[in-house]
């Protein structure tokens, strides 16, 4: 049975106060594997790894690496970053086949030289970074955070091996494989799902990644700050829909990575079942189709 591999590292703020407790029930699972950034050393959990200095450099130049040093998040940046890192390597050594990574501050607004957004390093493109060392050669990276996935559009721009779709506000599509897909104010899931399968399917399986990254933010919510007006039920129904398309695509290498929101309620709702959906394959709360 495949693996799934929970990266929990040090968050702020409000919006993941409930966990991990909300992960009860999933952790004891028999193919669930927990790397904790705070109490990995005991108990038999495994210990999530700050991403080395080396890597970041991969990605990132050194003026922009100094600058994070002297933000107050520079040691959550790096475990956020370094949980990415990690679910690829194990990933990659088959002790896991899939991942869901907890981060204090997300990737998407990180870029070469810039960095803004509450977004410090790009985890995504240190992982590619590393996989890339490794002899992997093509990546998909689907991003379904309501804004623009600039910092990764801006490191990947010129790199064929890297097909970049991305669900914001405008429509694009060049010849590098840099996709952009317009979600407009007031989307129902079935019309974000339905672009989804037009535009992220055939794309992915014309491709052939061999990992595929999953940008989750969920401020795209109804009531969130970057509110298109889909449901939180929407996002399991895009979670099963990007499943089915890794397991059919890349041997079901998926690595979601917790981008943008800003609701306790809507990251507490969705995680857990995104994550069952990840374990299982099948959504044990038994979520209706809308709400
Ligand atoms: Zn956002
Ligand atoms: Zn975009």
Redesign the pocket.
Known sequence: MKRTGIFFTYFQGERLKDFPRSLQGLLDKPNVSYYDAVYGSRDGLFCLEPVAERLLLKVHSRKMIESVKHTEHYESAVYSAGGTVQAAEEILRGNIGNAFVFTSF?D??AGSDFYH?MCYFNGAALAIALLKEKGIRRFLIVDT???HGDGTRDIFRRDASVLHVCFCDQDYSDEYGKIDVEIPYRTSDEEYLAKMKQVFIPRARAFKPEYIFWEY?Y??TRGE??DKGISRDCHMRLTKLIKATADEVCKGRLIVIL???SRRDVATYTIPRIIAILAEGEDRFQIAQSE
């Open positions: 997300g998407h607004h957004g955070d309501s804004h933010g401020d795209a700050y970057g981008c943008g929101g």
